[in-house]
């Protein structure tokens, strides 16, 4: 997208335009890479959005790529899941279940880190271990309780991957943040704008662990738009067209109240 006449932020623009096109001519225009610019980007747009609340330029920036990552995301479809230790449990909203058995053999050891480290969001006034403008893992569970993961990872393990979101050596999943019931209603990565007060929020729901079908983006919405107070124009949501359900095969068979476990 070109900005034509008096922008003040042209530099900046111009400044990412540049990289996405050498990336492109580099790797080709499906790169990653240039997911990541556009991650950059939008974060660094909507930052500058708060201190400039009525730019045209900036609303019409956002908005593009916005569509740009959209876009994106609707494109990646990762291997279809066979065998998927879940299970949905409620369809509306739906609400799904990660396998006890796979829990307990793979993240005990260090779930209880992980619990003592997660904080439960009750309002638009972040808590002073999150941080803004840097992705966090959050999961919105089944009573609707938005809970975030306050150690924060990078936006090249955003794009390409939380190898190295860690502890003990064993990654760290978005079921250890439910570990009572393993259950939740949309989970993924979020950067919040703005610090005490969230402007603006980036958020997706990329999950391997409970691979959420497209209709989790009305959740997101909804938590966004009553918790933080944002409007619509305010709340980017990217949801993964490869979670589709038709391309999830879940095994994971639940009994009419599945047993509980304390963290």
């Given at each position: 997208?070109?900005?034509?006449?008096?922008?003040?932020?042209?530099?900046?623009?111009?400044?990412?335009?540049?990289?996405?096109?050498?990336?492109?001519?580099?790797?080709?225009?499906?790169s990653?890479?240039?997911?990541?610019?556009?991650?950059?980007?939008?974060?660094?747009?909507?930052?500058?959005?708060?201190?400039?609340?009525?730019?045209?330029?900036?609303?019409?920036?956002?908005?593009?790529?916005?569509?740009?990552?959209?876009?994106?995301?609707?494109?990646?479809?990762?291997?279809?899941?066979?065998?998927?230790?879940t299970?949905?449990?409620?369809?509306?909203?739906?609400?799904?279940?990660?396998?006890?058995?796979?829990?307990?053999?793979?993240?005990?050891?260090?779930?209880?880190?992980?619990?003592?480290?997660?904080?439960?969001?009750?309002?638009?006034?972040?808590?002073?271990?999150?941080?803004?403008?840097?992705?966090?893992?959050?999961?919105?569970?089944?009573?609707?309780?938005?809970?975030?993961w306050?150690?924060?990872?990078?936006?090249?393990?955003?794009?390409?991957?939380?190898?190295?979101?860690?502890?003990?050596?064993?990654?760290?999943?978005?079921?250890?943040?439910?570990?009572?019931?393993?259950?939740?209603?949309?989970?993924?990565?979020?950067?919040?704008?703005?610090?005490?007060?969230?402007?603006?929020?980036?958020?997706?729901n990329?999950?391997?662990?409970?691979?959420?079908?497209?209709?989790?983006r009305g959740?997101?919405?909804?938590?966004?738009?009553?918790?933080?107070?944002l409007?619509?124009?305010?709340?980017?949501?990217?949801?993964?067209?490869?979670?589709?359900?038709?391309?999830?095969?879940?095994?994971?068979?639940?009994?009419?109240?599945?047993?509980?476990?304390?963290?």
């Amino acid at each position: 997208m070109r900005v034509n006449g008096f922008n003040p932020h042209q530099e900046l623009f111009q400044r990412y335009d540049d990289l996405a096109e050498m990336l492109a001519f580099r790797y080709g225009p499906g790169s990653q890479g240039i997911v990541f610019v556009l991650y950059d980007q939008l974060i660094a747009l909507r930052r500058l959005q708060v201190r400039d609340p009525d730019s045209f330029v900036l609303r019409a920036w956002i908005s593009d790529i916005g569509r740009r990552l959209r876009q994106r995301y609707d494109e990646e479809f990762p291997a279809p899941a066979v065998e998927h230790p879940t299970a949905i449990v409620a369809t509306d909203p739906v609400v799904i279940e990660y396998s006890r058995h796979e829990f307990e053999e793979k993240y005990r050891l260090v779930a209880e880190v992980v619990q003592r480290e997660t904080v439960q969001l009750d309002g638009p006034v972040l808590p002073a271990s999150i941080q803004d403008g840097r992705p966090h893992m959050y999961v919105i569970d089944e009573d609707g309780r938005f809970l975030v993961w306050s150690r924060s990872f990078s936006f090249e393990e955003l794009v390409f991957g939380r190898n190295k979101a860690t502890v003990e050596g064993v990654p760290v999943g978005h079921p250890m943040l439910v570990p009572g019931r393993l259950r939740a209603s949309a989970a993924g990565e979020i950067v919040f704008v703005g610090k005490p007060q969230v402007n603006a929020v980036v958020i997706n729901n990329k999950s391997g662990h409970f691979r959420f079908p497209p209709s989790s983006r009305g959740v997101i919405l909804d938590r966004c738009r009553r918790l933080f107070g944002l409007p619509d124009d305010a709340i980017d949501i990217f949801i993964v067209g490869g979670f589709e359900e038709r391309l999830v095969q879940r095994s994971l068979v639940v009994e009419e109240r599945s047993e509980e476990v304390g963290a």
